[in-house]
């Protein structure tokens, strides 16, 4: 076997096999660079922004609410309205000993302060997750496959560039005409034009992953032991010496103080939030997050004695010391695309469904190839038909189940008991119903029939959305434009350019089946 | 100065694109022979272009973000580009004369975004 020939083996199979995580991963980590919007849009009980947010006004009342809720916490985070974030929240640790352990928030109103009742949801964050913890199996397992299919694509991109004789030649190459070649154009397309973000994105998820699946590495300097394993990882990321306090109580200086005094030294940039480590404590310490105006860092950082509002340098000494440590960073900021403004971020999320389109139409061209050979040949083809099935599943359902989890989101009654549980659910029931349709026993089906109906299903669902949003809450299309909620606009908005999509593959496929009817008719006469 | 480096990224990638027979000859409709001479040209002009707005981009945005949305911005121009050459080629020059007049305006009107 040629070398060529050797490495195209490799990239189908390695392309292949995870195929279908591939494409999830790719999916849902697109979407996951929306998880706050989705979320807004799935707790429409926040409510809408209508003035700019007075923070000196409201800081004061939100220190309170957690004075009064939260007593004992040892540490306290107030996020404000700013940049993407549409929430005005407030959380709070308790420690261990202390009643409700562990991490609480609650949601308060933008123009009021006072707190707003909000249903529990998985909302985007689960999409986020999904993308590298699956769901049903362990988290272990998940790092693994998802590391996996990581390693897999990296393989496959690579392999990909060597058996591709004219990447630059064929660089904005698309020939709709001929049906297999329009499929390996547009495979090309879409993995040739994101390269970069490809190979920054699987190489980057691979490191975040690391420390689970290189784990011989730290084992070998620290033996295989859990605890202490645990141990170096929390020497790693620990924000330093300031995280720990000393047990003496003292009073804090008010943190609309440190809001005001960290204002004027940065004038002109926008607070996101303010967090206290060891609340209460004499070693109290003051984190006020910017949105960074440069650079991959979401946010500029600065640090204050909660008590005496004395600056000092913080986590950055740590990075600074480790150029490792300060790699890993740039890459993990890198993958999540935190930094990302409004227009990268779009360019993040298309590149991410660029990702997904190259996965999907690479699985379509195998089967289309494949079912040439066996007719050419002779051979029973069934198992091609299964694969094709499968692909109409897997690559039309997805974006159905996805569809389906917003849409219960809204239809599920908002007290309901285990309702985020139930949410997560009706993914996984939409998608196994999606998988299981093209399997129906039929008397006479076609696979373009199958991927229509599919598509059809989609345009259905994506079209509800913001009709269903009209009828299940008050921030409908016609109020959040009004008011100029440009994260609601852009969900629902979004939803109908998606259905249009749908719509249009449904005539495309339609039109296309009418034509090959037709000749078939033409030559049968 | 990103709405110009966007140009600069857009005029490369037509450059880069003109290279191709193929895209030549859907793209205009007098049919004539282009010298090697002149498609040196038009690739060392491409690889300029690209270059000033990497350039453009890193200046404004620094070195790390630069090249972030550099690489970006060249993916959806590409892709944009390789659709309108499969769907409209002939479209391409006249969407792009009016991307250029855009630009002048807007450079006229006050700063270049």
Redesign the interface.
Known sequence: MKFRHSMTWLHTWAGLVFGALLYLMFVTGSAGYFDLEITRWMQPEIPVQQSSFDAPALLPKAEQRLQQLAPHADHVYIELPEGRSPYFMIWWHNPKGVDNPGWHSEVLDPSSGAPVAVRNTAGGEFLYRLHYVLHYIPKGLAYWLTSLAAMFMLVAIVTGVVIHRRIF?D??????SHRQTAWLDMHN?MGV??L??HLMITYSGLILLMFSTMLPVPASSFGLNPEKLRQVYDTVFSDGDHARGNGMAASSLPLVELYNLDHSKHSGATIAYLAVENWGDEKAVVEVGKLAQ???EPFDVSYYQAVNGESFKGESQLRDRFLSLSFYH?IEH?HEGL??GPW?RW??F??GL?GAGMVATGSIFWAIKRRHAHEKAGLDSRAVRWVENLNVGVIAGLPIAIGGYFLTSRLLSATLENRVDWEMHSLFVVWFVALLHPFLPRRQCDLSQLWAEQFKAAAVVYASIPFVNWMTSEVHLGMSLKYQDWTLVGFDFFALVLAACCAYFVHKINGRQRVSTMETVGVSQ | MMLLACFACACGCLSLSLLRKRHRKEMFIQRRVWSTRVLQLLKCFGLLCLAGSLMAFIVVKGVALGLVYSLAGFTLIALSLSVLLSVRPRWTLRLFGGLMLLLMMRLLVGGAW
């Open positions: 030649k660089f904005f190459t698309f020939r709709r397309l034009l994101p970069p973000f440069t650079g991959l740039v890198l930094f990302a990268l360019l993040y298309l590149s660029m």
